[in-house]
């Protein structure tokens, strides 16, 4: 079972960063649907966006005109606030999930020093995994661990195992886990909802199977 983490002499939730240098990637889905999932298995889940763009944001208050409780708490922050906003939201949560902007180093930053573990969203192209190189520098100077999810994947194509294949060589793990190139990700997403919450087929598996991935390494930390 996941617990909470301790630092200091109180415990506090987790810290989850997703980030990744380039756009569409996938950040917010895998954002707002681990989210949910975190939500729907008993945690308290708080999500913060410090992405200008705004994207999880919007996602949220699409949510709270169609759900009566939206089943999470929200937050946004700019790079100078997001320490302290995630201080105080991990003292009340289970987890915090946090959705970055695809850009510079200095708005990624105080999120990777916040965080316990940094998911890098990969889609299935080389300019893609390109991309991870400076995230992960990045997450390593801060001394936190990274793992890559293959996000928008084509099982069964010749690309998709290349670049599976090459993200296995580089210096960080890799998720069982794959979030596939699904029309239901980018439904849900525009109704403030999420795959899990949709009909059930093969996204409710991915997902469930990425966040207990997710769980069992942050238990081992």
Not at 101 to 129: E, G
Not at 137 to 150: G, I
Request: include cysteine.
């Amino acid at each position: 079972m996941l617990r909470c983490g301790v630092r200091g002499d109180r415990p506090v939730g987790y810290v989850i960063t997703i980030a990744q240098q380039k756009g569409g990637a996938g950040k917010t889905t895998m954002a707002v649907n681990l989210a949910v999932a975190f939500a729907k298995a008993g945690k308290s889940v708080a999500l913060m966006d410090t992405d200008p763009q705004g994207s999880s944001g919007r996602w949220f208050m699409t949510r709270l005109e169609t759900h009566d409780d939206p089943g999470l708490e929200f937050s946004t922050a700019s790079a100078w606030g997001v320490t302290y906003e995630v201080r105080k939201l991990a003292e009340k949560h289970d987890i915090v999930i946090i959705d970055t902007p695809p850009k510079a180093d200095s708005d990624l930053r105080p999120a990777l020093r916040a965080s316990d573990l940094v998911l890098i969203p990969v889609a299935t192209s080389h300019l893609d995994l390109w991309a991870v190189e400076v995230v992960l520098y990045l997450a390593d100077r801060e001394r936190k661990p990274a793992m890559m999810v293959m996000t928008r994947a084509r099982p069964g194509t010749r690309l998709a195992a290349d670049v599976a294949a090459k993200a296995a060589e580089m210096d960080a793990s890799v998720a069982t886990a794959v979030l596939s190139n699904r029309v239901v990700y980018a439904e849900t997403l525009g109704q403030g909802c999420t795959a899990l919450e949709a009909r059930k087929g093969p996204a409710h598996s991915e997902v469930t199977g990425l966040m207990q991935e997710i769980e069992e390494v942050l238990h081992n930390l």
